[in-house]
């Protein structure tokens, strides 16, 4: 549901946009010793923590209980690990990134920003990482329809189909993925090689169809063929590259958990079907309320089963 995941990273941003913007008179606030304030299910949260986030809420002009969002977070990220939801440091790296590039910061101005203000960039970044595998663990539920009230595809289509529409296309993607591998205890001696390596497979890429055959010359290189993907469900790191590609072209190779990656263009079509039908109305029909709605009722039912201890 891309509506649903675009609302949920960006509502907590809105305002944040507007504040950056503005320059800050504050001076660096004191440091504080951190102590253990509530425990989430053996999970600690400190006074330090709540201090960063109360900072946090004033630099985006926002009213909250710096704890309670706290606990809420908490709560959100068990349960994304529970879900196997991992979100990387690359994948942190790169949103922080591109937040301070859309809103015309350099990564100094940024990192100025976040720490003049109390908020620190590590806490930020770990906000960033909540939100990501938050929507992702919305998107899990809303797939399963465990509470979400989820449909059908052919009833989605016969209720498109009764409003007057017809059925709606998406672009279908024939996709194969090439990592160039990096062992985590190798990361720091190996990535640079690893990612010139990879640019250079890049540049001469020319299809799928040839590209066993050029990696076969080279270590630890896995090509993977993912198959046939609808633009709607493209992973959202990689779906504004593989949308820009031309077909028989790859994206730009990015850093991963896994080491050097880029992703093939194998071909593309528009197709018209029962299960395009079903993402499109249950994209247009998610609003933000409704899914502020979804996701706080994701968050009581934790809350309800959760252990939470004040100290």
């Avoid at 015309?104 to 960033?128: A, N």
């Amino acid at each position: 549901m891309p509506t649903m995941r675009k609302h949920l990273f960006s509502a907590g941003f809105a305002l944040l946009v507007a504040a950056a913007s503005v320059p800050l008179t504050v001076m660096t606030p004191p440091a504080f010793a951190s102590e253990i304030k509530y425990v989430v299910n053996d999970i600690p949260v400190t006074t330090g923590d709540i201090a960063h986030r109360a900072a946090f809420l004033k630099l985006q002009r926002k009213k909250g209980d710096a704890g309670q969002e706290m606990i809420d977070q908490t709560l959100r990220m068990a349960e994304a690990k529970r879900l196997g939801i991992r979100i990387s440091d690359a994948q942190v790296e790169a949103a922080y990134q591109r937040f301070a590039s859309s809103n015309k910061m350099q990564l100094s101005q940024l990192d100025g920003v976040m720490e003049k203000s109390g908020v620190g960039k590590s806490h930020f970044k770990e906000f960033i990482r909540a939100q990501m595998a938050w929507n992702q663990a919305l998107s899990a539920r809303n797939r399963s329809g465990d509470g979400t009230g989820a449909v059908s595809e052919q009833d989605l289509v016969r209720k498109m189909l009764e409003k007057g529409g017809s059925k709606p296309s998406a672009t279908e993607y024939m996709l194969q993925q090439v990592i160039f591998v990096v062992p985590a205890a190798e990361r720091s001696a190996t990535l640079g090689k690893r990612k010139r390596e990879a640019d250079a497979m890049r540049a001469r890429f020319n299809g799928c169809n040839t590209t066993r055959e050029f990696a076969k010359g080279l270590i630890d290189v896995t090509v993977r063929d993912l198959g046939r993907v609808l633009a709607p469900q493209l992973p959202s790191d990689w779906a504004e590259q593989i949308k820009a590609t031309r077909v028989g072209g790859a994206t730009v190779t990015r850093e991963t958990e896994r080491g050097v990656e880029f992703i093939g263009i194998c071909s593309s079509r528009e197709v018209s079907d029962d299960k395009v039908a079903q993402m499109v109305f249950q994209g247009e029909s998610s609003g933000d309320k409704n899914a502020d709605e979804l996701s706080k009722k994701y968050v009581d039912e934790l809350k309800a089963k959760a252990r939470i201890v004040k100290r």
